[in-house]
């Protein structure tokens, strides 16, 4: 492989100086050794940094500490009682798990990553995390999900949880218990930010340090002070969530940002790379996208042992060992660290000669070191100009005993023997306040510091000093001032002749409301490079283009009046082509209201089939942190979409919409239906007695003519029924002479159907109601559906209710109630899989036929799409004849005839297998 060679390709003004530079380095390397060599190599490198001549940045350093002893910095704790709080953290974290799995065998629960990771948090917890009680916004800390055992024990010394909330850990339905994991949905005054899905941790919280920025260069909130602090597992990494967006934060220079990776080498089956060396690994990718990397391996006793090494042999032999041989020497004695790590080399084993087996198995980690985690978090917080990343060495179960530390079973194990909790007490030095008799293997006990005690005034002074407790999530109160009906009436006019979509709607209704004085500032449009498709280039100009340096360049477009716009203080984030940063980037907006006291709105705009199919595991996430916002899946429709093909027509988002409770669901056919849910999502979200809710509005790109709201309706009573579902589209059709086209067609016969639709669909319902009246004498009135979920779960309730409340009158569903006085049978078209209108299969009454468009997307034109998918006006005039001809209103051949009419292939195959 060839790295860095580009000296060849450049002209060489001195052969003969060249010559005496490579001609004594050899003779360095021949004298003195390769490691000698590369330390001179090093420091030549540093001199030209020092002296600003430019060099390709190498990506990785020596497996050593980054910040050499002599320039640690002192120590402002006291470390006596810091390490005997550790102490009672750690006891209390493992007990908890302990006792929740012997009182439900198999809960679960993690006992290693917090061992691993103790001081790690206890560093922040002292002397970094910022709190919010001293009226500053504070840090935001992303916890290591698996760790949480070991915040939980910190927050019960510190008086936030009872030993009653320990003791429910994994116990939550009464409200009393700790949630496995961060949940802000379940405990909404704790945890602020959901993790423990591997890898979105991490991309949130760049996104988020991102979102900070923002919101500074924009003058609303003054986020300088405030750090993003993430703690990462390095087999997270393994995640491209976890790696993806690293580009992003060095790009951005993104300086209020901070990873603690914690390297304890293992991840739940084994070592993470046990042929190779992790920590290397991540440092070059770190540094290659412009992080600032310090790496903690060693402890302080390792100190001494690098100084004496003159021959650089230990060097040598801490960067060729591969870490399955450091996970085995973590397990192993003295002695077999002696001779296998020190032994091989004569040189080597004469520096620990002085060291007895015990000192050499005592040889600490650097991510178990007070003084060298300090000195590395010190450095972080005073960086500037880049995100850093600190990379410290721990052991897996640190602390746990021989039984659990740094073996490979080790995160599946979730409670301690007597013996074993015997030995963490020794370890920990406990014996004093835990006395043999307490431990009781099936209910051992938690302990507290003594109260108006010096370790538990230290405790509580410190978190004083640094602005209050962290994590606490802060309850607020969400009102803003809304628009008036200024910003919505045009919509309710209909497009009189003019013929646009949905989707244009929707981007004209954005428009005002970045307009609008009360909430302008607040709108946060999100779009993942699509924004000229969504018909948004108009805001370019309008709003401008996020970016942190500005517009430093002259667009090609600059002439032009949709040109393309960049502002330091630009509203629009313009993500690029990545939906997980956008999805990130909308969880940091949606939960400004908490992190900031200052609520956005973020209008996240995709592709809706590269929204809940790509990204929803953050979605997920999303609501678990109680976001707030408006997703509008655009595009959308399996046939809608025409010509792009399987991958991008969209026939299932409001399925998997459907899966999550927090999300109200909307399927718009109209520019009206579209400008009353908006409204109505922004008094659900942002207005009095507002709740955490996120909006999935469906917006689709064929251009029709937009009806206006119906003539002689009541504004307020009709805008309630397209919030609950479904109205009443068109009355039924009249039904007077009759152009059969069967001669099995009955005259005179008073046959009616209902045909319900949602968003395009609306046309084919429409065109199909005048067909049947026309040619079929059936008289048939429509109803727009715009959310089955809403009926769904409105129906549900009732449905609940009457079950738990025998003898009292049953609640009726609202879609029963509406659709009471239908006469005939109900079909439901969707250009979405028949799964969306089947979710209010069994409350309708009568026979109930969904049609939608199942199977695959399929490029062609949207005609010859809906009949594949057999939703077009055809497909509903036999629905209809076929559901009548089972209730006996229709005969066999009057179905036959239509088939024939209308040219179905009758053998072609199903298309929800196609």
């Known amino acids: 492989m060839i790295f860095d060679g580009f000296s060849h390709a450049l002209p060489d003004i001195d052969p003969e100086e060249t010559s005496e530079w490579l001609d004594s380095f050899n003779a360095l390397v021949e004298t003195k050794g390769k490691s000698r060599a590369s330390y001179i190599l090093m420091r030549l490198l ?39 709080i550790r102490a009672y953290i750690r006891w209390n974290a493992a007990v908890m798990v302990t006792r929740a799995n012997m009182a439900s065998d198999g809960i679960g629960g993690h006992l290693s990553t917090y061992a691993s990771s103790a001081s790690l948090y206890e560093v922040g917890f002292n002397h970094f995390f910022k709190g919010r009680d001293s009226g500053n916004h504070g840090d935001l800390i992303y916890f290591q999900g698996h760790a949480s055992p070991g915040i939980y024990a910190r927050a019960f010394l510190e008086g936030f949880f009872s030993e009653s909330q320990l003791d429910n850990f994994r116990k939550e339905i009464d409200g009393g218990g700790l949630s496995s994991y961060p949940h802000p949905r379940l405990m909404p005054n704790f945890w602020e930010f959901p ?75 084994g070592p993470v790379r046990g042929n190779g060396k992790i920590i290397q690994e991540l440092e070059a990718l770190f540094r290659g996208a412009g992080w600032n990397v310090l790496k903690v391996i060693w402890g ?49 084993r004469k520096l620990v000669e002085h060291l007895s087996d015990q000192e050499l198995q005592e040889l600490p980690r650097g991510g178990h070191d007070y003084k060298k985690l300090y000195a590395a978090y010190s450095a972080a917080v005073q960086n500037v100009g880049s995100p850093t990343a600190i990379l410290a060495k721990t052991i897996k179960g640190w602390t746990l005993g021989p039984d659990i530390e ?205 929204g809940f199919q790509r990204t929803g595991d953050q979605i997920w996430a999303a609501n678990d942190a109680r976001a707030r916002g408006f997703l509008i899946g655009a595009t959308a429709g399996r046939t809608t979409l025409n010509g792009e093909g399987l991958q991008h027509e969209d026939g299932h988002s409001l399925v998997l919409a459907s899966t999550v409770p927090s999300i109200e669901c909307y399927d718009p056919a109209f520019a009206y239906e579209m400008a009353i849910i908006v409204e109505h999502g922004l008094e659900v979200m942002y207005g009095e007695n507002s709740k955490d809710r996120i909006f999935y509005i469906t917006a689709y790109n064929e251009n029709y003519v937009m009806p206006g709201i119906p003539e002689g309706v009541e504004l307020a009573s009709f805008k309630a029924e397209v919030i609950k579902g479904i109205y009443r589209f068109e009355a039924p059709a009249p039904v007077s002479q009759i152009d059969t086209i069967s001669s099995s067609t009955p005259q005179g016969a008073e046959r009616q159907a209902t045909v319900l639709f949602s968003g395009s669909a609306h046309q084919a319902a429409r065109a199909a109601r005048v067909f049947l009246a026309k040619n079929w004498g059936i008289s048939v009135d429509t109803w727009s559906v715009t959310s089955y979920k809403s009926l769904r779960e409105e129906a549900l309730e009732a449905e609940r209710y009457s079950r738990l409340h025998p003898g009292e009158t049953e609640k009726v569903p609202y879609v029963t109630s509406a659709l009471s006085n239908s006469k005939g049978p109900i079909i439901a078209v969707s250009d979405f899989m028949k799964m969306v209108p089947d979710q209010i299969a069994r409350f309708v009454p009568g026979r109930f036929v969904p049609l939608g468009a199942d199977s695959f997307g399929r490029s ?19 629905t209809v004849l076929h559901a009548l001809y089972l209730d006996n209103k229709a005969s066999a051949s009057e179905v036959k005839d239509a088939i024939a009419y209308y040219q179905f292939e009758t053998d072609r195959i199903d298309p929800t297998i196609a």
């Not at 910040?67 to 640690?72: N, V």
């Not at 062609?860 to 036999?878: G, K, M, N, P, Y």
């Open 46 to 84: 540093d001199g030209a940094r020092s002296n600003q001549v430019g060099f390709p940045a190498t990506v990785s350093t020596p497996y050593i500490n980054s910040i050499p002893p002599e320039k640690e910095p002192w120590f402002p704790g006291d470390e006596a009682a810091e390490r005997r």
């Open 195 to 269: 993790t423990v899905s591997m890898g979105i941790g991490p991309m949130n919280a760049i996104y988020q340090a991102r979102f900070n920025k923002y919101l500074m260069h924009r003058r609303l909130v003054d986020t300088e002070p405030s750090k993003v602090w993430a703690f990462v597992g390095d087999g997270e990494f393994d995640e491209p969530e976890t790696s993806g967006a690293l580009g992003v934060a060095g790009r951005e220079h993104l300086d209020n940002l901070i990873f603690v990776v914690n390297c304890n080498l293992q991840r739940l089956d």
């Open 406 to 610: 740094a073996r490979n079973s080790t995160h599946q194990i979730k409670k301690m023997t007597k013996g074993q909790l015997k030995l963490l007490r020794d370890t920990l030095q406990l014996r004093d306040v835990i006395p043999e008799h307490l431990l009781d293997e099936n209910n051992p006990p938690y302990i507290r510091l003594d109260p108006g005690s010096y370790l538990e005034d230290y405790l509580l002074t410190r978190r004083k000093a640094l602005g209050g407790f962290v994590p606490r999530r802060p309850s607020r109160t969400v009102s803003l001032k809304l628009p008036t009906e200024e910003v919505y009436s045009e919509f309710y006019q209909g497009s009189q002749k003019l013929e646009v979509s949905t989707t244009m709607a929707f981007a004209k209704l954005l428009r005002n409301l970045a307009k609008d004085p009360s909430i302008g500032e607040r709108i946060v449009p999100i779009v993942p490079d699509e924004a000229r498709t969504f018909g948004l280039e108009a805001m370019f100009r309008e709003s401008k283009i996020y970016a942190p340096e500005g517009q430093l360049y002259t667009p090609v477009d600059a002439g032009l009046l949709l040109s393309y716009s960049e502002a330091k203080d630009g509203q629009i984030m313009e993500m690029g082509i990545t939906e997980a940063g956008a999805v990130s980037t909308f969880i940091a907006a949606g939960t400004s209201y908490a992190s900031f006291a200052m609520p956005m709105i973020p209008v996240y705009l995709f592709y809706s089939m590269f």
């Open 300 to 348: 302080s006793k390792w100190d001494e042992l690098l100084m004496r090494d003159v021959d650089g042999v230990l060097l040598n032999k801490m960067n060729s060992t591969p870490d399955g041989e450091f996970q085995k020497y973590a397990t192993e004695s003295g002695g077999y660290i002696r001779e296998n790590f020190f032994g091989p080399d004569p040189r080597l």
């Open 860 to 878: 062609d034109t949207r005609e010859r799409l809906r009949r594949f998918f057999e939703i077009d006006e055809a497909s509903i005039v036999i």
